[in-house]
Nanobody
Framework: QVQLVESGGGLVQAGGSLRLSCAAS????????MGWYRQAPGKQRELVAT???????NYADSVKDRFTISRDNAKTTVYLQMNSLKPEDTAVYYC?????????????WGQGTQVTVSS
């Protein structure tokens, strides 16, 4: 099993910044994708950004040029630097770790961390 522990959420004013962290432990797939998803009240969970072992990144259009995802492979930790935050970024942010090859098994989710952006 994989355990994901998130930290760094909180309350910030519009235009401010936050940095989320997610540390993975346990039986981690050698080749994996780590990422962040978010879910706002009454909405479906959506992708924010992902990064794989090789540094390939993927961003939602709504966060490009504002958010930066990075990872420390030695620590199996992923970070999300969020700048120029907007009220519409308010959501519970979830960390995910999945195998690059979906046939290798299911991904794992963290417990979520609340990000609230006030106007």
């Amino acid at each position: 099993q994989v355990q994901l522990v998130e930290s760094g959420g909180g309350l910030v004013q519009a235009g401010g910044s936050l940095r989320l962290s997610c540390a993975a432990s346990g039986s981690i797939f050698r080749f994996n994708v780590m990422g962040w998803y978010r879910q706002a009240p009454g909405k479906q969970r959506e992708l924010v950004a992902t990064i794989n072992n090789f540094g390939k990144t993927n961003y939602a259009d709504s966060v490009k040029d504002r958010f930066t995802i990075s990872r420390d492979n030695a620590k199996t930790t992923v970070y999300l630097q969020m700048n120029s935050l907007k009220p519409e970024d308010t959501a519970v942010y979830y960390c995910n770790l999945s195998p690059i090859n979906p046939m290798s098994g299911p991904g794992s989710w963290g417990q979520g961390t609340q990000v609230t952006v006030s106007s």
